[in-house]
């Protein structure tokens, strides 16, 4: 999982357990998103390929979502990042001179923590979480095969601490005594500085491929984040709310099953330095349209 094509045959291995769309045939190339600007009421940006690259900005994205806040567009963040909180999160656009407000973000992770049951949830996530906003019960997971076995439900937010030893840990434990997992990010890998990272959607398809727990995905392209975004756009239409990502199988597949439109962001993101269309032409993912850079 460290080349393009290998994530692109993913995704597509899994395909089966995500949302169906409908795809027109082309995608139209624009310089930017002012020369679409009169086809949305709002745009809705992924964040890592789109935005930043791991903790570095994107030249020129701040820019340019400011001029669609002079233009009179609604700006939302819609982002499958779950290791930490949304007020950390609202901070982190902050530091990377993108203002948005607390209400102009949601996360996967908003979406997964928004309806735990009761019971003892083991949590996956990174060190310097301190799941201050998780209303449940927790136990942080670690190397303990004890507490694997004794929790009643599984929380994966985060690949930060996570390794192929975990992962078996895990794997056993639900053998044993299949449970309830919660992905709070689907995304198989995430664009780093250094390359790709492999995030919790890439672990917990592995589980799925044997059959092992009960798995619900949190995040693009699954439902759940986009009826967030679209209760805080309550009159605008779904075909006037514009998505704009890196990824054809999260941002593109999932906004698209929602009646969105489209745009795929090419020239930071998992499709860097490669040829879109043959990826849109194998998958018939086709966006709305296509831009280098926001």
């Known amino acids: 999982m460290d080349n393009v094509a290998s994530i692109?045959?993913?995704?597509?291995?899994?395909?089966?357990?995500?949302?169906?769309?409908?795809?027109?045939?082309?995608?139209?190339?624009?310089?930017?998103l002012l020369d679409i600007a009169p086809d949305a009421d709002a745009f809705v940006f992924d964040a890592y390929g789109?935005?930043?690259?791991?903790?570095?900005?994107?030249?020129?994205?701040?820019?340019?979502?400011d001029q669609l806040r002079a233009a009179g567009k609604e700006i939302r963040i819609l982002s499958n990042a779950a290791s930490y909180t949304h007020d950390a999160a609202t901070e982190k656009f902050r530091k990377l001179g993108i203002p948005v407000t607390p209400?102009?973000?949601?996360?996967?992770?908003?979406?997964?923590?928004?309806?735990?049951?009761?019971?003892?949830?083991?949590?996956?996530?990174?060190?310097?979480?301190?799941?201050?906003?998780?209303?449940?019960?927790?136990c942080r997971l670690g190397d303990s095969v004890r507490d694997f076995d004794r929790v009643d439900s599984f929380l994966f937010l985060s690949t930060a601490a996570w390794t192929d030893a975990h992962q078996d840990i895990l794997a056993r434990s639900l053998r044993t005594r299949p449970r309830p997992l919660i992905v709070a990010?689907?995304?198989?890998?995430?664009?780093?500085?250094?390359?790709?990272?492999?995030?919790?959607?890439?672990?917990?398809?592995?589980?799925?491929?044997?059959n092992l727990g009960h798995l619900t995905y949190f995040g693009k392209p699954f439902p759940q984040v986009h009826q967030m975004i679209e209760a805080t756009l309550p009159?605008?239409?779904?075909?006037?709310?514009?998505?704009?990502?890196?990824?054809?199988?999260?941002?593109?597949?999932?906004?698209?099953?929602?009646?969105?439109?489209?745009?795929?962001?090419?020239?930071?993101?998992?499709?860097?330095?490669?040829?879109?269309?043959?990826?849109?032409?194998?998958?018939?993912?086709?966006?709305?349209?296509?831009t280098e850079r926001i």
């Open 8 to 32: 692109f045959d993913r995704y597509e291995t899994v395909r089966h357990r995500m949302p169906k769309a409908r795809f027109g045939a082309t995608t139209q190339a624009v310089d930017s």
């Open 50 to 65: 789109v935005l930043n690259i791991g903790e570095t900005p994107i030249a020129g994205a701040a820019q340019r979502i």
């Open 103 to 138: 209400d102009e973000i949601i996360t996967s992770r908003d979406a997964a923590i928004s309806g735990l049951g009761s019971g003892l949830w083991g949590c996956i996530t990174a060190p310097s979480d301190d799941l201050s906003d998780i209303d449940a019960t927790i």
């Open 185 to 210: 990010n689907a995304d198989l890998v995430a664009p780093r500085e250094g390359g790709f990272s492999l995030e919790p959607g890439y672990y917990a398809h592995l589980l799925a491929d044997a």
């Open 235 to 290: 009159d605008t239409p779904p075909h006037r709310i514009i998505m704009c990502g890196d990824t054809l199988h999260t941002d593109i597949l999932g906004a698209a099953a929602r009646g969105w439109r489209t745009v795929l962001v090419t020239r930071d993101g998992l499709f860097a330095g490669t040829d879109t269309d043959s990826f849109c032409q194998r998958s018939a993912i086709h966006p709305d349209w296509r």
